[in-house]
């Protein structure tokens, strides 16, 4: 074990927003054991704090699925993936034709755009401030590295199912919200693990040497690249059956579980 990438949302943070004492004690633990360790979330740069505040994490952070590496230490952007307008444009109408009165987003490097009636009835914690407006062209001047498709019914899966095979031709598309019919969309080819795979080669680690966690299907591609890719056993169902391994439940936290388990066998080696 050289690296530990692991999700944040419902794999070490829970909806209160919180990271438990021990799992922040089982990172700090592997760092000081010399073992790399870098989040692969589907958040944007924005929305860091959890990591920053709870961990103290100052390393990289992939975010967006995998369209943007972070520095969080320096608080800059070290590379992206983005999509351009004409992407967005005709996958839009696409998504139009095949769902029942879908709102869009963009999250692009300089902010998060939102047309009128994509939140609903409220604004989520955390994009309060944010604005909406009718979207266009211009807003691909910031680099847009995230598209973001809801309906106010239904779930992601079923989502997913109606506009997948129609768009995954263009446009990277996964989820990663439990209750919501989100779908999150990126550069086409881009995703957590060929991000990971990226910053791992850099540092000449392998594959074999990753320890990898996640919760949802963003998770997948990154549990099947890792070494040993532990789906949370509170996790989404397609995130259980692609990965080898199982970690306990969130609620039991169980990444801290794992790392210790395992930072235990490299002492005892």
């Known amino acids: ?144 590295v995230k598209m973001l498709a809801v309906l106010h019914s239904g779930n992601a899966d079923e989502f997913l199912q109606l506009v997948g095979p129609s768009v995954g031709s263009l446009i990277a598309v996964t989820h990663s919200a439990p209750d919501l019919a989100l779908l999150e969309m990126g550069p086409h080819g881009v995703n957590k693990a060929v991000t990971l795979a990226q910053y791992a080669a850099a540092r000449g680690i392998d594959a074999a040497d990753v320890v990898a966690f996640g919760d949802m299907p963003n998770d997948i591609e990154m549990l099947g690249w890792a070494g040993a890719g532990y789906a949370m056993a509170s996790g989404h169902p397609e995130a259980l059956a692609a990965a080898a391994l199982r970690a306990p439940a969130f609620e039991a936290d169980g990444v801290a579980q794992v790392i210790e388990s395992r930072l235990a066998a490299l002492h005892l080696a």
């Open 1 to 144: 074990m050289r690296l530990i990438a692991s999700d944040i949302d419902g794999t070490i943070l829970g909806h209160d927003g919180k990271i438990s004492t021990r799992t922040v004690e089982a990172f700090a633990a592997a760092a000081q054991a010399g073992i790399d360790v870098v989040f692969v979330t589907g958040r944007p740069p924005r929305w860091l704090d959890p990591i920053r505040e709870q961990i103290g994490h100052k390393g990289t952070v992939i975010c967006s699925n995998g369209a943007v590496s972070y520095d969080l230490g320096h608080e800059k952007v070290l590379d992206s993936h983005v999509l351009s307008w004409e992407t967005v444009h005709e996958v839009r109408h696409i998504i139009s034709d095949l769902a029942p009165e879908p709102y869009f987003a963009l999250e692009s490097l300089t902010g998060f755009h939102v047309e009128r009636g994509f939140f609903g009835s409220r604004a989520p914690a955390g994009a309060a401030d944010v604005v909406p407006a009718v979207l266009t062209r211009d807003m691909a001047d910031g680099g847009i």
